[in-house]
Structures are given as structure tokens and as C-alpha cells.
């Protein structure tokens, strides 16, 4: 089991910015993915970031399309945090962003494969 704590939520201003952090740990042996998605009310829960682990070369990012050029995806693998900044925040940010991971673990003799979600944490952006 690997166990995720966000934070970085809040209020914030049309034209603000925040920074979302998600913190990893547990048994971790490598993250195959690290991302974000986030829920508005009434609607479906929505990509917004993702991070692929490439062991060759760069992670592979996506964005959705709503969000690139503002918002932008780290990862800091020796803590094994993701964070999402977001930058020129609109109203229809609001949401209700999850962090979200796919990642391999030691599980007995060898490992296992968990997909696992965050609490999540409230984004409103509002005047």
C-alpha cells in the first residue's frame, strides 16, 4: 500500500496561483506515473497532468488542453512528491484536484503493482 497526502489548496483570485503537492510513501520501488486529475461539481473526474516515468529518457507530460501553458508538472523522485503549479487560474479551475499514481511497490518476494488516489484537495478560484 502506498499512502498519498496533498496539499496546497485554497482560495485564490482570477490571475493567481497555487502550488499542489502530493507526497508518496510506503514500500516504493519505482513510479511508473505520477499525475493529477481534478472533479468539478456535476461533472466527470478530468485529467489535468501526468508524469510517465521513461527509464531512458524524459518522463513523458501530458497535459489536457484547458491547462497547458499555465499549469506545469514536477517531480521531485528523492522525496517522491509530485507538485502541480498553476498559474493565470481561471473560475472554471474550480475543482476538486486528486492526486493520483501508479506505482510498483515490494510486496513479499517481489513487487505489485498499486494504483492508488489522494484525499484531494479543494481549488476555488473566485473574486
Known amino acids: 500500500q502506498v499512502q498519498l497526502v496533498e496539499s496546497g489548496g485554497g482560495l485564490v483570485q482570477p490571475g493567481g496561483s497555487l502550488r499542489l503537492s502530493c507526497a508518496a510513501s510506503?514500500?516504493?520501488?519505482?513510479?511508473?506515473?505520477m499525475g493529477w486529475y481534478r472533479q468539478a461539481p456535476g461533472k466527470q473526474r478530468e485529467l489535468v497532468a501526468t508524469?510517465?516515468?521513461?527509464?531512458?529518457?524524459?518522463?513523458?507530460?501530458t497535459y489536457a488542453d484547458s491547462v497547458r501553458g499555465r499549469f506545469t508538472i514536477s517531480r521531485e523522485n528523492a522525496k517522491n512528491t509530485v507538485y502541480l503549479q498553476m498559474n493565470s487560474l481561471k473560475p472554471e479551475d474550480t475543482a476538486v484536484y486528486y492526486c493520483?499514481?501508479?506505482?510498483?511497490?515490494?510486496?513479499?518476494?517481489?513487487?505489485?503493482?498499486?494504483?492508488?488516489w489522494g484525499q484531494g484537495t479543494q481549488v476555488t478560484v473566485s473574486s
Open positions: 493520483h499514481v501508479d506505482v510498483l511497490t515490494y510486496y513479499r518476494d517481489g513487487l505489485q503493482r498499486n494504483d492508488q
Open positions: 510506503g514500500r516504493i520501488f519505482r513510479f511508473n506515473s
Open positions: 508524469s510517465t516515468t521513461r527509464l531512458s529518457s524524459s518522463d513523458d507530460i
